[in-house]
């Protein structure tokens, strides 16, 4: 079940961190956007690879810095199956036009996941959607190994 309140982790590695995408993988549902914050190398894309390994996607996960989005198709668990899961990355975005140019708002109808990196550059639109589940994770780093991440939900009934 997924918490109400928010919860935090300390990881120890890139593994550790891994197993906190999966475990959050595990409170999904249909149309949730995760907003990812944190800085450079704070781990963002390795918690994503560990959150689609647990949806079933044996594709490599990296940082779609270029293209700013990578679509997945997710195979496990069942009531998510079929739906897409898209990475996007934001880091490179310069204006709020730019998210025009990617239909964010179209990916976001589309009933799936969606996570992003570096959605501290949202702040400049909003995000332009309403989905049933908005959660944001916030990864700090506090040594080479260590980091601090922090889940929380955003959604209406625990605003
Ligand atoms: N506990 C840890 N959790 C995650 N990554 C760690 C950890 N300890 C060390 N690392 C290293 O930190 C780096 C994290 O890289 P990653 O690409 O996941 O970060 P990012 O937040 O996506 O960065 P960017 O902002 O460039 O997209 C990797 O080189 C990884 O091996
Ligand atoms: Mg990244």
Not at 6 to 25: D, N
Not at 73 to 92: F, M, T, V, W
């Amino acid at each position: 079940m997924r918490p109400t309140e928010p919860c935090e982790w300390l990881s120890h590695s890139p593994e550790e961190t891994e197993a906190v995408g999966a475990q959050i993988a595990s409170w999904l549902a249909p149309d949730t956007l995760i907003l990812l914050v944190g800085t450079l190398g704070a781990g963002k894309t390795t918690l994503i690879r560990g959150l689609a390994h647990a949806l079933g996607i044996t594709e490599p996960v990296r940082s779609p810095t270029f293209t700013l989005v990578h679509e997945y198709r997710i195979q496990q668990p069942e009531a998510l199956r079929g739906l897409p899961l898209y990475h996007l990355d934001l880091y490179r975005m310069q204006s709020a036009s730019e998210l025009h140019t990617l239909g964010l708002d179209e990916l976001l109808e589309r009933g799936g996941i969606v996570v992003i990196e570096w959605a501290e550059r949202l702040q400049m639109t909003g995000v332009p959607y309403e989905p049933s589940h908005l959660w944001q994770v916030t990864l700090t780093p506090l040594s080479d190994e260590r980091r601090q991440i922090r889940f929380q939900s955003l959604d209406a009934n625990t605003r």
